[in-house]
C-alpha cells in the first residue's frame, strides 16, 4: 500500500509540473505508460456535490428543451445497446414526445460512476440524444430535480424504465413516505412507461400501478 501511494502521488505532482508548464514533456518512467481524457461535454460537473444536474442536448436548444413534453428514459446503459435505442424509439412513437435519455453516477444499490466510467458510458450516446446526468438514484428526486432546476412543468414529463427499475419504485426500503409520494405523483400529473420482456406480468397492487 505504501508503494501504491508513493506511486500515485508522484503521478499527480507530475501532472500538475507538466500542465502548469513547469515541465517540458510528462516524466514517465520505465514500464508505465498513461492515457489523457478530457471532458469536451462539460458532463463531470455533476462530480461536484454543488452541481447536481447536466444538460448535454446535442443539437437542440436549451429553452426549447425546457418547454416541451418530453420522455425520460433513466438508466445505466452499461453499455448503451440496441433495446435501449429500441426502448427510446418506441417511447417516442407511443408518447409523441422525444425521447431524452438520464444517466446517473449515483446508484442505491451499486457504487456510483466515476469521471471515466460516465466519460465511457456517455461517448457512444452523446450525439444521438439528448442527455440528462444526475446525481440522484431514486425516480422522486429525479422528479424534484427536473421540476426545480430544469423548471419542467406539470405534465411535461414521461418516466421510461424496464420493469425491474418500476419494481424498486415505492419499495420502502428506498421510498419511505408512499402516501406524499403518491399526492405528489398526483399533482404533478405523472405518467410512466414500463417496459417488460415477453411474458411479463405486473403487480395491480403497485402502489403507482394508477400511473403506469
Given amino acids: 500500500r505504501n508503494g501504491q501511494e508513493a506511486f500515485v502521488a508522484r503521478i499527480m505532482l507530475d501532472i500538475l509540473a507538466y500542465e502548469s508548464g513547469l515541465l517540458p514533456d510528462f516524466i514517465k518512467w520505465e514500464g508505465e505508460s498513461y492515457e489523457r481524457h478530457e471532458d469536451t461535454t462539460g458532463a463531470a460537473m455533476v462530480m461536484n456535490v ?117 419494481n424498486r419504485f415505492l419499495n420502502p426500503k428506498y421510498d419511505k413516505d408512499i402516501q406524499s409520494i403518491a399526492m405528489s405523483l398526483e399533482w404533478m400529473g405523472m405518467k410512466f412507461l414500463v417496459f417488460g420482456r415477453e411474458g411479463d406480468s405486473f403487480d395491480k397492487h403497485h402502489p403507482a400501478e394508477k400511473w403506469r
Fill in 50 to 166: 454543488d452541481n447536481p444536474v447536466f444538460v448535454y442536448m446535442g443539437n437542440e436548444e436549451y429553452d426549447t428543451f425546457k418547454a416541451s413534453k418530453k420522455v425520460i428514459l433513466a438508466g445505466s446503459f452499461n453499455p448503451f445497446h440496441e433495446a435501449h435505442a429500441e426502448m427510446a424509439r418506441l417511447a417516442t412513437e407511443i408518447t409523441g414526445y422525444p425521447t431524452v435519455l438520464e444517466l446517473c453516477t449515483k446508484n442505491v444499490d451499486k457504487a456510483g460512476l466515476d469521471y471515466l466510467d460516465l466519460k465511457t458510458r456517455l461517448e457512444p450516446i452523446k450525439d444521438k440524444y439528448p442527455i440528462i446526468i444526475t446525481t440522484t438514484p431514486l425516480i422522486m428526486d429525479k422528479i424534484s430535480l427536473l421540476k426545480e432546476t430544469l423548471k419542467f412543468g406539470r405534465g411535461s414529463i414521461v418516466f421510461a424504465m424496464g420493469k425491474d427499475t418500476w
